[in-house]
T-cell receptor, first 115, second 113 residues
Framework: DTEVTQTPKHLVMGMTNKKSLKCEQH?????MYWYKQKAKKPPELMFV???????INESVPSRFSPECPNSSLLNLHLHALQPEDSALYLC??????????????FGPGTRLTVL | AQTVTQSQPEMSVQEAETVTLSCTYD???????LFWYKQPPSRQMILVIR??????QNATENRFSVNFQKAAKSFSLKISDSQLGDAAMYFC??????????FGTGTRLTIIP
């Protein structure tokens, strides 16, 4: 089973709202990722969690706040977003450490629209 | 820094025919991984095929195969017997093992019935 699930599928929010995106995997993976993807562009890495600790933050604005409550769950908390933050947000997971742990498996994404 | 280049923004192929998507990359490393991901209109990024750089044998997965030329830093994807369900954006990606996946700009593949 290589399934990564994401909720919600679609989200519309105002610039003053607070919302959260959720990602879940049950493959025993210990690395989880958030990507942002604009239309017709490749995904851009935002954050990486490895063994529930934040290991990479690609200089993402503080209005995006990641959280990894346990090894299966990854959240992205959103606050005071801008219209240019509208995009597809993809979650991925992989094993962490060692050869053969390279492959990232992606969820179906959350389409976010900021009004 | 590693870069991945996909020089074909769009490609089209007749159903049941064969098509090859190009990818080149730039790296000074010798041990790394290469991937092709497919993203259909449903948006899910689906792994198509994976290649380990230290393996000389080209990876294959059913109708999908790669031509990996390490010295030339080339990693093309061949799709045989194209099907309507193959229509998607295809991304080539490079991975060094530091958790960062570097994507190319993508090739949009259209299948003509």
């Amino acid at each position: 089973d290589t399934e990564v699930t994401q909720t919600p599928k679609h989200l519309v929010m105002g610039m003053t709202n607070k919302k959260s995106l959720k990602c879940e995997q049950h493959m025993g993976h210990r690395a989880m990722y958030w990507y942002k993807q604009k239309a017709k562009k490749p995904p851009e890495l935002m954050f990486v969690y490895s063994y529930e600790k934040l290991s990479i933050n690609e200089s993402v604005p503080s209005r995006f706040s990641p959280e990894c409550p346990n090894s299966s769950l990854l959240n992205l908390h959103l606050h005071a977003l801008q219209p240019e933050d509208s995009a597809l947000y993809l979650c991925a997971s992989s094993q962490a450490g060692g050869r053969g742990t390279d492959t990232q498996y992606f969820g179906p994404g959350t389409r976010l629209t900021v009004l | 820094a590693q870069t991945v280049t996909q020089s074909q923004p769009e490609m089209s192929v007749q159903e049941a025919e064969t098509v090859t998507l190009s990818c080149t990359y730039d790296t000074s490393e010798s041990d790394y991984y290469l991937f092709w991901y497919k993203q259909p209109p449903s948006r899910q990024m689906i792994l198509v095929i994976r290649q380990e750089a230290y393996k000389q044998q080209n990876a294959t997965e059913n109708r999908f195969s790669v031509n990996f030329q390490k010295a030339a830093k080339s990693f093309s994807l061949k799709i045989s017997d194209s099907q309507l369900g193959d229509a998607a954006m295809y991304f080539c990606a490079y991975f060094l093992g530091n958790e960062k996946l570097t994507f190319g700009t993508g090739t949009r593949l259209t299948i003509i019935p």
